[in-house]
């Protein structure tokens, strides 16, 4: 799964999704309104059931039992859901914490897409890419505290097969070890651990426009490994989500080539600022 949000320039009027093929307005159309949670309207992309739905019954295919289907089950549907929202929440704490503004969160098939904006500095944008993946801390976390009350005391997370809800802990928890370290540590932009790459890259001086064309080459060569792997797997979402990295990338790279990186969402307000300079922390 993945966890991409949009930042648009302080001027900007409407929401932007995180790269330029990618739209919010065209993914928003295809989905329903669920709920709202601290005034933040939660919508659910058309395609979510059905990935839940497949998902779910591979997991009931032979050699698996009746009883790992229904794992599958909880830990694909409600398990992953609130994951992922949470983990959606995090943004949208954080940056109603350095003065932004939060339109919405948008669950899909690929993780969640928070529509959020807010004015400051790489300093700033730091602070939300790292708010997101920090909340599978305390996620993880009571996922223990709920294995060490079903299971004696036994937290070791290798499933058994023996108590279902203990295997139900473990496999969440592994989860969130997994989201947090995926989004902290792969710097593939649109991923939080690539707006992290941005941010750092900024803070320490680099002009923006290096920034860009060093973030669109490392993206494009993460995107084609992460695809590799899907492929070895047999992982079709890591595919996806490979696919999708490398189609972002692309669209970064062409407005590189073309000299408009102040058109991209994430780049826009440094690009503008200091004939392009560094974002400079505060």
């Known amino acids: 799964m993945s966890s991409n949000y949009a930042t648009p320039p302080p001027s900007h009027q409407e929401e932007r999704g995180g790269g330029g093929s990618t739209s919010p307005s065209g993914l928003m159309q295809g989905s329903i309104p669920i709920t709202s949670i601290a005034g933040i309207p939660i919508r659910l992309h058309n395609l979510f059931p059905l990935f839940i739905v497949i ?9 698996s039992s009746m009883e790992q289907g229904f794992l599958n089950m909880l830990i694909v549907g409600p398990v992953l859901f609130m994951t992922v929202l949470l983990h959606e929440l995090g943004h949208c704490w954080a940056t109603r914490h350095v003065g932004g503004e939060v339109h919405g969160i948008l669950l899909w098939p690929l993780g969640g897409l928070a529509f959020i904006g807010h004015s400051g500095d790489a300093m700033d944008d730091l602070k939300v890419s790292i ?27 290798g499933a058994t097969g023996e108590n279902f809800g203990a295997d139900l802990c473990r496999a969440a928890i592994v989860i969130n070890i997994s989201l947090m370290l995926f989004n902290l540590f792969v710097p593939a932009y649109p991923l939080d651990g ?24 490392v993206s494009m060569f993460l995107g084609a490994v992460i ?19 490398m189609m972002q990338a692309y669209e970064l790279y062409k407005l590189v080539k073309v000299g408009r990186v102040e058109t991209h969402p994430i780049f826009a307000k440094y690009a503008n600022t ?3 300079g560094g974002g400079g922390g505060g």
Request: hydrophobic share 55%.
């Open 274 to 276: 200091n004939g392009g």
């Open 131 to 157: 708010a997101g993946p920090l909340t599978h801390v305390p996620q993880a976390l009571a996922w223990l505290v709920l294995l060490a009350a079903c299971n004696l005391g036994d937290v070791t997370l």
């Open 194 to 217: 690539g707006r992290i790459f941005v941010s750092v890259l900024l803070l320490r001086g680099v002009p923006v426009i290096t920034a860009a064309s060093v973030t669109a080459g």
């Open 55 to 63: 998902s779910t019954a591979v997991g009931f295919f032979p050699p």
């Open 227 to 245: 695809i590799a792997l899907g492929l070895y797997f047999m992982q079709f979402l890591t595919i996806f989500v490979g696919g999708w990295v």
